[in-house]
């Protein structure tokens, strides 16, 4: 079955770096996803990406982050100067097509710590 | 009014039993409501979702029941089993968005 997949699953760095997480969505998905869960809260959506473009963005999803598709397979979440309220589970997801009707499929999430 | 209140946070019930989650909403724009099921080291996974034209939807042991007036909806499972143990997520969002907005999560153990 057609998985999506992330790496690292755990990257650690310092305060002010830069960090890249990766994802490789479901081959014939169009609709690309980003949500992240500080440690024992809720999951929070990031940003979706469909076309090349950012479709939507929430308030977290401030100017520290970006996203990318630089080839076509991965789609990548940067986050310029990490904070030490970065710290959380990053999943990326993947659908087929836009709203609810089709369903977004999770990856198994990188772990970030920002020390 | 984003805000999906999700309730118990955690819950433990004998093999057989019924748990039962919960969860709240406000805006009443939602009209998708997804339960995603979750295991350690794993993404969330959705398990079942329903529309509110629907009171009551099933798939297999798992029953979404939905009350449209007082903006809440449940999740039931039947016949629990020790592998059902996972953190279960509700969610909602509406037609025209792309985003989740989820609830905190419920942490069911289930003993066997």
């Known amino acids: 079955e057609p998985e999506v997949t992330q790496t690292p699953s755990h990257q650690v760095t310092q305060m002010g770096q830069e960090v890249i997480l990766r994802c490789v969505p479901i081959?014939?998905?169009?609709?690309f996803y980003w949500y992240r869960q500080i440690l024992g809260q809720k999951v929070e959506f990031l940003v979706s990406?469909?076309?090349?473009?950012?479709?939507?963005k929430s308030e977290i999803f401030d100017d520290q982050f970006s996203v990318e598709r630089p080839d076509g397979s991965n789609f990548t979440l940067k986050i310029r100067s990490t904070k030490l309220e970065d710290s959380a589970m990053y999943f990326c997801?993947?659908?087929?097509?836009?709203?609810?009707?089709?369903?977004?499929?999770f990856g198994p999430g990188t772990r970030l710590t920002v020390t | 009014q984003q805000q999906v209140k999700q309730s118990p946070q955690s819950l433990i019930v004998q093999k057989g039993g019924i748990p039962i989650i919960n969860c709240a909403y406000e805006?009443?724009?939602?009209?998708?409501f997804p339960w995603y099921q979750q295991f350690p080291g794993k993404g969330p996974a959705l398990l079942i979702a329903?529309?509110?034209d629907v009171s009551e939807k099933k798939e297999g042991r798992f029953t979404i029941s939905f009350n449209k007036s007082a903006k809440q909806f449940s999740l039931h499972i039947m016949d629990s089993q020790p592998g059902d143990s996972a953190t279960y997520f509700c969610?909602?969002?509406?037609?025209?968005?792309?985003?989740?907005?989820w609830g905190a999560g419920t942490k069911l153990i289930i003993k066997p």
């Open positions: 969610a909602a969002s509406w037609d025209s968005n792309y985003q989740l907005i």
């Open positions: 805006n009443t724009a939602f009209d998708y």
């Open positions: 329903i529309r509110p």
């Open positions: 081959s014939n998905h169009l609709y």
């Open positions: 990406f469909y076309n090349n473009e950012i479709s939507e």
């Open positions: 997801a993947s659908s087929e097509g836009r709203g609810p009707s089709y369903e977004q499929y």
